[in-house]
């Protein structure tokens, strides 16, 4: 699971506990502290927890940095950091700060949870769908704004994307990455969802499957539409199937909810999302909060089969814009269109 759960001696309830940590991976170290409590809060929100008791900070230093690098960079890692788990409602206490020969950020996330706080992902059933809640292709994105200053990586994909969509495509993965799950969190209860799991380094096939295992019931997950940041799909054909995106296998980085809800549930929960209004991390306004909610996705079926997980052949391709761009999909309709018909086996 993506929390360990652990029942506490007294009063029927349980300690919920996660930790995770990574590699920098964008350039700028605020959004890299809100990306990295981001993704830690994520297992838990997977869950359908939405309150943080207590985190703490994992923090390396590289020894490779100069003591004003240090000076500049760490903190606003730290701020970055600090600031996402206020607007998840909850503060860091504490951490651990190590010298390293690489810069490794990260934390622990604990909460003590009554039974109906809490969704285990175990109950899927023949008829559900699935529904995701970011879009992927962030290694893509990121690493194609690398390439930037690489010649020989950018002339491979310079025929399919411009100099300045690089550069937009990195700044929507970054405010993606930064953007807590906690509002998918809360739906999930208002409507039912059977089980969840968050969309990380094992790309959107490896968690799917991983999830499909832990069922109780006999059930296979099928996979139809893929939404994916605008021209990261393009980027990955140019590159010789770079990174398997389009099979599934391409990592994300605090990447959404792959959530299994009643099908009835599921173009609600969609559209609740939608209307959900929130701050840069993804936390409700208080006061009606600012910029618009999140999309998502209904992008495939639960049906009868041995708990396993596949994309189709050729699945449909959602050209996710940057933000204020036209919406665009290739080989479909609408984002939230009905999925197709439960094919039993």
Known sequence: MDSC??????????????TDFFYPLVEDPYMMGRIACANVLSDLYAMGITECDNMLMLLSVSQKMNEKEREQVMPLMMKGFRDAAEEGGTSVTGGQTVINPWIIVGGVASVVCQPNDFIMPDSAVPGDVLVLTKPLGTQVAVNAHQWLDIPEKWNKIKLVISKEEVEQAYQEAMLN??????????????????????????GIIGHARNLAQQQRNDVAFVIHNLPIISKMAAISKAGGNLFGLLQGTSSETSGGLLICLPREQAARFCAEMKSSRMGLSGAVGQDGGVGDGQQAWIIGIVEKGNR???????????EVPYRGSVVSVQEGSNNNASPPEVQQT
């Open 5 to 18: 759960v652990i029942p506490l001696r007294h009063g029927g309830l349980s300690l919920v506990q996660t």
């Open 308 to 318: 396993c997980a596949r994309i189709i052949d050729k699945p449909r391709i959602i």
């Open 177 to 202: 990455m930064a953007t807590l799950n906690r509002t998918a969190a809360a739906l999930m209860h208002k409507f039912n969802a059977h089980a969840a799991t968050d969309i990380t380094g094992f």
